[in-house]
């Protein structure tokens, strides 16, 4: 008897392990797609105050990395790149004019954009992470996959001005 719950622990664990290494597989295989950096940003209509409707279109191998990359993606969108207009709605010029802040501090971006680091707390999905069919294409080896998010601009101004990341607007007037 003794040796049957014996293998049974060791099955138990051998499964757990496996399922452990594949996800950080997974998370390995998506910070590598989000240090490139490969996303555009279209405005998706008009958020509450303070916040940014938008789909992002992310690239990767397997759709469910591409899915948790557009929320970083969205992020590094409203700091670096900013988004054109469309339908009436007026596009936004991103958080920073400088085109080397990234680089200068890119300690505290690394910790900023890591798992679990804190993008988080200024963006969600706005889908509750469903994709319809046609936010979802083949190209090539990979999927590009269109997720609508909601950014808390206003916040993630703030907490950038608080950090010393970028400067304030009312700063040098």
Do not use: C
Request: glycine share 10%; charged share 25%; aromatic share 10%.
């Amino acid at each position: 008897m003794k040796k049957h719950s014996t293998i049974w622990v060791m099955l138990v664990l051998l499964i757990t392990g496996f399922s452990t290494n594949v996800n950080a597989q997974t998370d390995k295989k998506a910070n590598a797609a989000t240090d490139a950096w490969r996303y555009e940003l279209e405005v998706a209509g008009t958020g509450v105050q303070g916040t940014y409707l938008l789909k992002v279109w992310s690239y990767s191998k397997k759709p469910n990395v591409a899915i948790e990359q557009a929320k970083k993606n969205a992020v590094h969108g409203i700091i670096f790149k900013g988004f054109a207009g469309e339908q009436g709605i007026l596009g936004k010029p991103p958080l920073t004019t400088n085109s080397n802040l990234e680089q200068e501090k890119d300690e505290w971006f690394n910790a900023f954009f890591a798992d679990g680091g804190k993008y988080q707390k200024f963006v969600s999905l706005s889908s509750d992470g469903a994709i319809a069919a046609e936010d979802r294409m083949k190209v090539g080896k990979q999927y590009k996959i269109g997720v609508l998010v909601s950014v808390n601009v206003a916040l993630l101004r703030k907490d950038l001005e608080d950090a010393g990341i970028i400067r304030s607007l009312s700063a040098g007037f």
